[in-house]
Nanobody
Framework: HVQLVESGGGSVQAGGSLRLSCAAS????????MGWFRQAPGKEREGVAG???????SYADSVKGRFTVSKDNVLNTLYLQMNSLKPEDTAMYYC??????????????????WGQGTQVTVS
């Protein structure tokens, strides 16, 4: 089984930066996608950024140019570098893994493994 543990959330002022980490344990396989999702109170969960392996990436339009997703295969850790943060970025951020993936996507039903979430608050 795969376990995901997020860290790095916190409170920052608008315009600030934050780096989220997702440590993965267990075998992800060779064709895996990992993604970051977020959910604010009263809103639906939305995909933020996804990555196939360690190269091909995809981003929500709302975060393009500000967020960067990457993966360290040696440490088996996913990252989300968030710059120029805005109040509307405030949400609980979740890391997820799809172990049989062809392209990055934001179909939550295909992500079978989820972390516990880490809170990001921008004021």
């Amino acid at each position: 089984h795969v376990q995901l543990v997020e860290s790095g959330g916190g409170s920052v002022q608008a315009g600030g930066s934050l780096r989220l980490s997702c440590a993965a344990s267990g075998s992800l396989g060779s064709r895996n996608c990992m993604g970051w999702f977020r959910q604010a109170p009263g809103k639906e969960r939305e995909g933020v950024a996804g990555i196939l392996g360690s190269r091909t990436t995809s981003y929500a339009d709302s975060v393009k140019g500000r967020f960067t997703v990457s993966k360290d295969n040696v440490l088996n850790t996913l990252y989300l570098q968030m710059n120029s943060l805005k109040p509307e970025d405030t949400a609980m951020y979740y890391c997820a893994a799809d172990v049989d993936c062809g392209l990055p996507h934001f179909n939550a039903r295909r992500y079978h493994y989820w972390g516990q979430g880490t809170q990001v608050t921008v004021s």
